[in-house]
């Protein structure tokens, strides 16, 4: 394994490269994760990718993994503060095949739903749906996205120590390190995804690669 310094404008085109040259691609759609833990801020890489397809003449719907959580009731059925529930139970895996992955697939309508809920009113965004382009790129970012069987082309995870992750959580926000270091235990991220960068200093990202 080595890893190699990159800038954030590089690794965006690199990835933009990585994406077009997928197998297959043409008129087909293309749905790729990014994830990452909210300090890594995967949102921003995401965004990042959106103008450099778009010059290569593949169109891109960005979709956050926050507006695809479950309900409160569900979500804080132990507790506002559950590490385990934060791993197993916020993110409605269901809804965001149905709306946002399974319209994707050949044969698909392309007809994605950007958002179901509303993370902090609990309600519904009542957000229209979109139709991507046959050729088009789901751009999807989020937290312990990988493991859970999700049909993606490409998952790219933006991998943190520990010691970076608990330094850049927000105080209100620790209780949910617990959950990280499990799925760093259970799923293996940084092994389980296509791409792995390293964002310990987001000025400064570094890209692995496996040998």
């Not at 996205?145 to 049909?151: F, K, M, N, T, V």
């Amino acid at each position: 394994m080595q890893v190699r310094p990159i800038s954030p404008e590089r690794l965006a085109e690199l990835l933009a490269d990585r994406i077009t040259a997928l197998p297959g691609t043409g008129r087909r759609w293309l749905r790729v994760a990014v994830d990452g833990a909210g300090p890594a801020r995967p949102d921003l890489l995401a965004d990042a990718l959106v103008e450099p397809l778009r010059l290569r003449g593949r169109p891109a719907l960005r979709v956050s993994a926050a507006g695809f959580l479950r309900p409160a009731s569900i979500r804080l059925e132990y507790g506002h503060q559950d590490a385990d529930a934060f791993h197993d139970l916020w993110l409605d895996d269901g809804a965001l095949l149905r709306e946002v992955l399974d319209p994707l697939e050949p044969g698909g309508s392309g007809r994605v739903l950007p958002s179901l809920r509303d993370p902090v009113t609990d309600r519904s965004t009542r957000a229209p749906y979109t139709e991507l382009p046959p050729g088009g790129v789901l751009l999807l970012d989020g937290a312990l996205l990988l493991g859970r069987w999700l049909p993606l082309e490409l998952t790219v995870h933006l991998a943190l120590t520990p010691t970076a992750l608990a330094r850049r959580t927000p105080a209100d926000q620790q209780w949910t390190l617990p959950a990280f270091a499990r799925y760093e235990a259970e799923t293996v991220p940084a092994e389980a995804a296509d791409v792995t960068v390293r964002v310990d200093d987001p000025r400064h990202p570094a890209l692995v690669e496996r040998t």
